[in-house]
């Protein structure tokens, strides 16, 4: 039998390859521009959530995150632009326009929370002076300011809430749409109902308002926000081929879904959007498993182990 020879180069390769294979060491599952992720958040609290849940678990599967506190319109423009990797913030159908316009700069991961409501609501004392439907508002405009507030401006709901003022639908033509942040609106919602005073919102679930306030949706919305109390679903959506650039976060990404009850005990949480998330997830070990599944770190090691132990020392 002939021995085998090599050069002193071969020789160094195949040593330095046995030390690594013995070491256990894995080659990185992705490009190194894939190790920063960016995420828009257009300061919704349930969005600061689900942000929280995914950047717990990216910065232990040893990648980096930045989130961009982003209006609806400039974080889907920052997705055209490649400046955002995923929004995992996209109601539907309210962003239906947004989602017809940048259409072919974006990807459609999955659905990530169903059941969600998202239309105008009120003070359950105002419901209950008779103001229960959109129709109910105009006879109570006086009470009302004749306003109605939205969130920021610019979002799809406001427009909607507009043009239901331009077309007088719901004898509303004289009213205003008062636009502003989330924060702000609720602001102004806990004032009115201090003085027991009327206020009309728009109001979605899950949200921590649900549990603040004693609220009610109002009926005879669906041709503005559909059925079912503008029953929804959230998307995750990333820039366009992100999940092939980066197919190791795309992977998580659409693997995680919610729901409304770990939102609405994470949002509630006094403690800020990261540090909340990591509170539930060390809370309920086991949706790791789905949401780790086929998932690796960075480096390229089985990602459940890894969470898990990071967690466990936070």
Not at 4 to 24: P, R
Not at 75 to 92: R, V
Not at 247 to 252: E, I, M, T, W, Y
């Amino acid at each position: 039998m002939k021995a085998l020879s090599f050069g002193s180069t071969g020789l160094k390769t195949i040593t330095m390859a046995s030390l690594l294979i013995g070491s256990g060491f894995a080659l990185s599952a992705e490009p190194e521009q894939c190790q920063k992720v960016t995420l828009s958040d257009p300061g919704w609290t349930d969005i600061g959530a689900t942000n929280g849940v995914a950047t717990t678990l990216l910065k232990a599967m040893g990648y980096e995150t930045q989130v961009y506190l982003l209006s609806v319109p400039v974080g889907f423009e920052s997705i055209k632009n490649g400046e955002i990797d995923a929004f995992m913030g996209n109601w539907m159908p309210a962003q239906s326009a947004f989602i017809d316009k940048y259409k072919n700069d974006l990807d459609v991961v999955r659905t990530n929370l169903e059941g969600v409501k998202f239309t105008l609501a009120v003070p359950e004392y105002v419901y209950e002076a008779g103001v229960k439907d959109f129709a109910d508002l105009s006879k109570f405009g006086k009470e009302f300011r004749q306003r109605v507030y939205g969130i920021d401006a610019g979002a799809p709901a406001n427009q909607k809430l507009q043009n239901m003022i331009d077309t007088n639908d719901f004898g509303l033509g004289d009213w205003k749409v008062v636009e502003s942040g989330e924060q702000a609106m609720l602001s102004q919602v806990s004032r009115t109902i201090k003085r027991d005073n009327f206020i009309v919102f728009l109001a979605w679930e899950p949200h921590p308002m649900n549990v603040n306030y004693d609220l009610k949706y109002l009926s005879g919305g669906d041709k503005y926000f559909g059925p079912n109390y503008g029953g929804a679903t959230i998307r995750t959506l990333t820039r366009k081929g992100y999940s092939d650039e980066c197919p190791n976060v795309g992977k998580l990404l659409s693997n995680l879904e919610f729901g409304l009850t770990m939102e609405n005990e994470i949002i509630a949480s006094e403690e800020k959007p990261e540090k909340a998330a990591a509170d539930w997830i060390k809370a309920h070990p086991e949706v790791l498993d789905k949401w780790l599944e086929g998932v690796t770190t960075f480096t390229g090691q089985p990602a459940l182990d890894t969470v898990k132990k990071q967690l466990s020392s936070m």
